[in-house]
């Protein structure tokens, strides 16, 4: 996904990640395609599930987003995520998409991971 680590908890509570979109993920409106931004939630969250699970395997098992302002395209943007709850068998983490600097959320999102 091209994205450099901004932050991550050692317990994986927290995970940030600066992404720059590639030229080519838009939509017909010029916006950043909304795959790809959650394609950049999953990528997030799956890291600090791998931190939050102990190295465990685990597979996507939901991920809703909420998109609540266009993604701009020509930008950094980054995305956060914290831990909600991790258990024995399923992590849950809420995350934002927003633009590098700016603490305006365009995008929200849970999702929820299935360890196995």
Request: aromatic share 8%.
């Amino acid at each position: 996904m091209g994205g450099a680590v901004q932050a991550v908890e050692d317990d994986g509570s927290l995970a940030s990640v600066r992404f720059r979109p590639p030229d080519g993920m838009t939509n017909p409106h010029g916006t950043v395609q909304g795959g790809f931004v959650a394609a950049m939630i999953d990528d997030t969250v799956s890291l600090a599930t791998w931190f939050a699970g102990g190295e465990r395997t685990f597979v996507t098992g939901t991920l809703n987003c909420y998109y609540l302002r266009p993604v701009p395209a020509g930008v950094a943007l980054l995305v956060t995520c914290k831990a909600v709850r991790v258990g024995q068998r399923q992590a849950v983490f809420e995350a934002t998409v927003q633009v590098d600097g700016d603490d305006t959320p365009l995008v929200t999102a849970v999702q929820i991971q299935q360890f196995l």
